[in-house]
């Protein structure tokens, strides 16, 4: 039977929700809209009269393709070219999704989606339902097929894994441009001393190229090869401008609630460097320049307003 009117405005409603979860199970956009595509197909196909919680019904479908999909993902990054992060959002963009509390804006941090990667896929499952969007254990039970106390002790056992990564410090917009700004200076100086003092003494350096961009395997580890890392990514190079199309604009950003650099040349976003900002200094910088992971990022920078850049690199 074809679905009527409030049948497809049901769907519509829920479909925010619906991406929002499947980013934080995927880590990746593109794969959170294909999900979410499936999901309205199977709502298409069922008897939607006999069911009787829709939205129920809707996340438990797409819980379970993003299991599916986190599975076969595991195979796939054993062959991925260098070292996989996830697909950064820009301030604003709705696939965040909720951010009303600490919990929820920490499951979207950049730091938090990289941790999660280690989770298996119905530990990853359990705590982005309950921790970003607070089912109750016993609707959980119910998406995944498991008895409530199993649902509770996998949170359990997730949180504490998330937990064992390095906590960081929230900021808002004004603080993460300062941090950013920064940066940028310390960057910017011709000396990597002044980078070395704004990070932790064990901060790491990691990017993705998805073997389309050059992008090192292996993480820098200290905040010494960190710091001279950056500080070769902020001279100027011909062979740097020819790879990305010309001389990047620098501008100070959000990328999934964390200070973060954004290089953009021509409109396009070329690459997303953020930073994991703790207590002591910055932790970590992840830099996406995988250009199949930027065309979201693109899209969401042509729409706003976003003024002057901090600087012209190279």
Same mark, same amino acid.
């Given at each position: 039977?074809?679905?009527?009117?409030?049948?497809?405005?049901?769907?519509?409603?829920?479909?925010?929700?619906?991406?929002?979860?499947?980013?934080?199970?995927?880590?990746?956009?593109?794969?959170?809209?294909?999900?979410?595509?499936?999901?309205?197909?199977?709502?298409?196909?069922?008897?939607?009269?006999?069911?009787?919680?829709?939205?129920?019904?809707?996340?438990?479908?797409?819980?379970?393709?993003?299991?599916?999909?986190?599975?076969?993902?595991?195979?796939?990054?054993?062959?991925?070219?260098?070292?996989?992060?996830?697909?950064?959002?820009?301030?604003?963009?709705?696939?965040?999704?909720?951010?009303?509390?600490?919990?929820?804006?920490?499951?979207?941090?950049?730091?938090?989606?990289?941790?999660?990667?280690?989770?298996?896929?119905?530990?990853?499952?359990?705590?982005?339902?309950?921790?970003?969007?607070?089912?109750?254990?016993?609707?959980?039970?119910?998406?995944?097929?498991?008895?409530?106390? +199993?649902?509770?002790?996998?949170?359990?056992?997730?949180?504490?894994?998330?937990?064992?990564?390095?906590?960081?410090?929230?900021?808002?917009?004004?603080?993460?441009?300062?941090?950013?700004?920064?940066?940028?200076?310390?960057?910017?100086?011709?000396?990597?001393?002044?980078?070395?003092?704004?990070?932790?003494?064990?901060?790491?350096?990691?990017?993705?190229?998805?073997?389309?961009?050059?992008?090192?395997?292996?993480?820098?580890?200290?905040?010494?090869?960190?710091?001279?890392?950056?500080?070769?990514?902020?001279?100027?190079?011909?062979?740097?401008?020819?790879?990305?199309?010309?001389?990047?604009?620098?501008?100070?950003?959000?990328?999934?609630?964390?200070?973060?650099?954004?290089?953009?040349?021509?409109?396009?976003?070329?690459?997303?460097?953020?930073?994991?900002?703790?207590?002591?200094?910055?932790?970590?910088?992840?830099?996406?320049?995988?250009?199949?992971?930027?065309?979201? +990022?693109?899209?969401?920078?042509?729409?706003?307003?976003?003024?002057?850049?901090?600087?012209?690199?190279?």
């Amino acid at each position: 039977m074809p679905l009527t009117v409030k049948d497809v405005d049901r769907f519509v409603a829920a479909r925010p929700r619906l991406e929002a979860i499947a980013y934080r199970l995927l880590g990746s956009a593109a794969e959170a809209e294909d999900a979410v595509q499936e999901t309205f197909l199977r709502w298409q196909a069922a008897d939607v009269d006999r069911i009787e919680v829709p939205e129920a019904w809707l996340t438990k479908v797409l819980t379970n393709l993003c299991l599916n999909q986190l599975t076969s993902a595991r195979a796939r990054r054993e062959t991925y070219v260098g070292q996989w992060l996830p697909e950064p959002l820009l301030g604003g963009d709705p696939m965040l999704g909720p951010a009303d509390t600490a919990e929820q804006r920490e499951s979207v941090s950049y730091a938090v989606l990289t941790l999660l990667e280690r989770l298996a896929p119905n530990e990853r499952a359990v705590y982005v339902l309950r921790e970003a969007f607070d089912y109750p254990h016993r609707e959980i039970a119910e998406i995944l097929d498991v008895t409530e106390a +199993a649902s509770q002790q996998i949170f359990h056992r997730a949180r504490k894994h998330v937990a064992e990564g390095r906590p960081r410090t929230e900021v808002d917009a004004a603080a993460a441009r300062r941090i950013v700004e920064e940066f940028l200076a310390a960057a910017a100086s011709g000396r990597p001393e002044p980078l070395v003092r704004l990070l932790t003494a064990d901060a790491i350096s990691v990017g993705d190229g998805g073997g389309k961009v050059p992008a090192r395997a292996k993480a820098f580890e200290g905040a010494a090869a960190v710091a001279k890392f950056v500080w070769g990514l902020f001279r100027p190079a011909e062979a740097k401008r020819a790879l990305v199309g010309g001389s990047p604009e620098v501008y100070a950003w959000t990328a999934n609630g964390e200070p973060a650099v954004l290089a953009v040349v021509d409109g396009r976003v070329v690459g997303v460097m953020c930073l994991q900002v703790t207590a002591d200094g910055i932790a970590a910088v992840r830099n996406q320049v995988n250009p199949d992971k930027l065309a979201r +990022a693109t899209a969401h920078w042509a729409a706003v307003d976003h003024g002057e850049p901090l600087l012209r690199a190279w």
